[in-house]
């Protein structure tokens, strides 16, 4: 106390490991041990070789810094001295780390905890500082990475089309480039980046960058090097390895008129699910809503846009990396690739919309995680209500949402209730907590809320001003209220200002429910009826094979060309397992629900869908294991051990189970949350549920 030099107060030989690594949180909101205020990243080069065999990485990054403060300024921030800290994974061995510029070798010393107050903090690596005044410099860091990491998943054979290779995809958000990348790895930092990657044939390699060469020597060794000049967040940094080929999808003429030009597009996947996909005309629909979205948010600025279609080993519907999303091809409906495939089109127009929000606009922290997920929800109703040139596609989302945000709210109890505001507090838990329903449903509606006060126009003109200003930034939820005072005005701001805080700062929120009514959301209370052969209150006259012949050939029952009826099934059946969990199962009851499903299952064959529709089946196993079906007690173990998206596992776990199958759902339990098949936090977390739900229906 009372001193300008930080090293004359504290002894850091007497420092231990965990205060040296608490010392290093810098912002509670970063989840990260960089110091970006000391040292800042200015671009990056990878050079890696990728080994699908042994399933590891190995080689260098260059990493550029430039030192901002002078070296007294930083030394609490590391335990050799004044120094650089990064943040790495437990999976990562770094074994040298040199100054590209002098050569010198420079000391660095690895920190790693078992269990801290911030999971996703891991470990940091810490460097002797390599400058003794501020500037740039160059540093060269020699490492590997085992398939151990949470930031890359390995999908085994099992859990693909092909069956017989492993496919490598990346699992970096909101925070996780760590995992295989050293680096500041923080979405409150951007930077442009180069990576030149080997990996041997037939595998082929792809990243969220643009190709620059190519090259295969004589053994089958592949390099192929990439760039990205436009600054990038490390979770956004992305990398695929796997045996696939691509079709390339044409959009001449689309834009032209309006000055644009849809970029070069190309989807990817594995042989045997492209020889379905290509030649349906599924893919058509991409270059028209990306034409949609230029003429609204301005040109896209990612060169050419690819899309992997993951295998179903993948955890997740969808990813926005740039220039390559990820899209679970579980989303395709399989029976009928050229008819309407809403789903499908949903999720493609919420990840290109990330190219714009998320990706060019990204949020600084993982508590402002709604200003990518929110407004990309709230503008994908739009994409889609004029791709469909169907104002009903919108309505009937809006409603699922509201319907779905309520449910959420409600569940969200104890000291989870903490999660029910739009900007949680999360520096005591992962970031990836960030990412719930909550953002993605509670932050389109304040958006709709917004538009209700003032108007629509108001709302795009906001967000297409806040896009322009904060392109290329990281940015927090108050650079957002402070873009609501510039377009609406500051006195009509203040009128709502009370509303804007509830929304974002309470659980509570207030949504007009009149805003959310919808005839084809409403037609699910009929379908339920028919379905479930109850005559009450019945207000129209179709008959089970109207409704089985709208879900076969993915039309609507208002005739809209959406196909809204899967959707419609989906909410159905979910309803139906609320029904099933609320009731008092008696001996006759037990009887006429075996009977029905019976039923049901002869008309929609709900449990033949385990490869042409496995959301159908996830949700219809939910119920049906219940009752020992035997059709989907056959199926279920199977496709659960090939399905890995959480979406589906999930529904397992509040299937209400028949006490006299424990051992048999136990077994299926037990094979689809194998812990090998997710990596890192979520793999922890699944494998917590997964215990107790084995050992509670263990027999």
């Given at each position: 106390e009372g001193s300008d030099n930080i090293e004359s107060v504290i002894d850091w030989a007497e420092v231990d490991n965990k205060l040296i690594l608490?010392?290093?949180?810098?912002?509670?909101?970063?989840?990260?041990?960089?110091?970006?205020?000391?040292?800042?990243?200015?671009?990056?080069?990878?050079?890696?070789?990728?080994?699908?065999?042994?399933?590891?990485?190995?080689?260098?990054?260059?990493?550029?810094?430039?030192?901002?403060?002078?070296?007294?300024?930083?030394?609490?921030?590391?335990?050799?001295?004044?120094?650089?800290?990064?943040?790495?994974?437990?999976?990562?061995?770094?074994?040298?780390?040199?100054?590209?510029?002098?050569?010198?070798?420079?000391?660095?010393?690895?920190?790693?905890?078992?269990?801290?107050?911030?999971?996703?903090?891991?470990?940091?690596?810490?460097?002797?500082?390599?400058?003794?005044s501020v500037g740039q410099f160059k540093l060269r860091i020699h490492y590997s990475v085992t398939d151990k990491t949470s930031s890359l998943h390995f999908i085994p054979p099992l859990q693909t089309h092909s069956k017989d290779k492993y496919f490598l995809v990346s699992n970096t958000q909101p925070s996780n480039a760590r995992g295989w990348i050293p680096c500041q790895d923080t979405p409150a930092l951007k930077f442009p980046y180069h990576a030149t990657i080997r990996v041997k044939e037939p595998f082929t390699v792809l990243m969220s960058a643009i190709v620059t060469t190519t090259s295969t020597d004589e053994s089958g060794w592949a390099t192929v090097s990439f760039r990205q000049e436009i600054p990038t967040p490390p979770y956004l940094i992305a990398i695929t390895v796997a045996d696939i080929v691509s079709v390339d999808v044409r959009g001449e003429g689309l834009g032209t008129d309006a000055g644009l030009a849809v970029p070069p597009i190309r989807v990817w996947g594995e042989k045997s699910l492209m020889e379905k996909v290509g030649p349906s005309g599924i893919l058509d629909l991409i270059p028209r809503m990306m034409d949609i979205c230029e003429r609204k948010y301005g040109r896209y600025e990612w060169l050419r846009y690819d899309i992997v279609l993951n295998p179903p080993g993948y955890m997740f519907r969808g990813m926005e990396f740039p220039a390559m999303n990820y899209i679970s091809s579980t989303v395709l409906n399989f029976n009928d690739l050229a008819g309407p495939n809403y789903i499908f089109s949903n999720i493609i127009a919420h990840e290109m919309i990330h190219s714009w929000f998320g990706n060019l606009v990204t949020p600084k922290y993982a508590g402002d995680a709604w200003l990518a997920e929110g407004i990309t929800s709230f503008e994908e109703l739009e994409l889609m209500e004029e791709y469909y040139e169907n104002p009903e596609v919108g309505k009937f989302l809006r409603k699922d949402r509201y319907t779905s945000l309520k449910k959420t709210l409600e569940s969200y109890t104890g000291a989870s209730a903490k999660y029910k505001i739009l900007t949680p507090y999360l520096f005591e838990d992962h970031p990836f907590h960030g990412f719930t329903y909550i953002h993605y449903n509670k932050g389109?509606?304040?958006?709709?809320?917004?538009?209700?006060?003032?108007?629509?126009?108001?709302?795009?003109?906001?967000?297409?001003?806040?896009?322009?200003?904060?392109?290329?930034?990281?940015?927090?939820?108050?650079?957002?209220?402070?873009?609501?005072?510039?377009?609406?005005?500051?006195?009509?701001?203040?009128?709502?200002?009370?509303?804007?805080?509830?929304?974002?700062?309470?659980?509570?929120?207030?949504?007009?429910?009149?805003?959310?009514?919808?005839?084809?959301?409403?037609?699910?209370?009929?379908?339920?009826?028919?379905?479930?052969?109850?005559?009450?209150?019945?207000?129209?006259?179709?008959?089970?094979?109207?409704?089985?012949?709208?879900?076969?050939?993915?039309?609507?029952?208002?005739?809209?060309?959406?196909?809204?009826?899967?959707?419609?099934?989906?909410?159905?059946?979910?309803?139906?397992?609320?029904?099933?969990n609320r009731a008092n199962m008696t001996e006759t009851r037990l009887k006429n629900w075996k009977i029905l499903l019976n039923r049901l299952d002869k008309t929609f064959k709900f449990s033949q869908k385990t490869e042409s529709d496995p959301e159908m089946f996830a949700k219809w196993a939910s119920i049906a294991l219940r009752f020992n079906h035997t059709s989907t007690m056959s199926a279920a173990p199977v496709?659960?051990?090939?399905?890995?998206?959480?979406?589906?596992?999930?529904?397992?776990?509040?299937?209400?189970?028949?006490?006299?199958?424990?051992?048999?759902?136990?077994?299926?339990?037990?094979?689809?949350?194998?812990?090998?098949?997710?990596?890192?936090?979520?793999?922890?977390?699944?494998?917590?549920?997964?215990?107790?739900?084995i050992g509670f229906y263990e027999p």
């Open positions: 608490d010392s290093l949180r810098i912002d509670h909101r970063d989840h990260t041990y960089a110091d970006i205020n000391s040292y800042r990243t200015l671009y990056q080069s990878l050079h890696l070789t990728v080994d699908m065999e042994d399933r590891t990485l190995s080689g260098f990054v260059e990493t550029t810094f430039v030192k901002i403060k002078p070296s007294w300024m930083m030394s609490k921030f590391s335990s050799v001295g004044p120094g650089l800290v990064l943040d790495i994974g437990p999976h990562v061995t770094v074994t040298e780390v040199e100054h590209v510029e002098t050569g010198e070798k420079l000391e660095f010393t690895t920190s790693c905890v078992d269990k801290h107050v911030v999971s996703v903090l891991q470990c940091a690596l810490q460097i002797n500082d390599p400058m003794s389109s509606l304040f958006l709709e809320y917004l538009a209700n006060h003032t108007s629509r126009e108001k709302v795009d003109q906001g967000l297409r001003s806040y896009l322009d200003s904060h392109r290329y930034q990281s940015v927090d939820t108050a650079d957002f209220v402070h873009m609501l005072y510039q377009q609406f005005g500051v006195e009509s701001a203040k009128d709502i200002e009370r509303e804007i805080f509830v929304w974002l700062e309470r659980p509570s929120t207030k949504v007009p429910v009149k805003l959310y009514q919808s005839e084809i959301f409403e037609e699910c209370s009929e379908i339920y009826k028919i379905l479930t052969r109850s005559k009450r209150n019945r207000t129209v006259s179709w008959k089970l094979k109207d409704i089985a012949e709208a879900y076969d050939h993915r039309t609507g029952l208002l005739g809209d060309k959406a196909g809204h009826v899967h959707s419609q099934m989906m909410i159905v059946l979910e309803r139906m397992k609320t029904v099933i496709f659960f051990a090939e399905n890995a998206r959480l979406e589906l596992v999930f529904s397992l776990l509040d299937a209400p189970v028949d006490f006299r199958l424990r051992g048999v759902f136990a077994n299926i339990l037990r094979t689809s949350y194998d812990t090998s098949r997710y990596p890192g936090y979520i793999g922890s977390l699944l494998t917590s549920y997964a215990e107790y739900f």
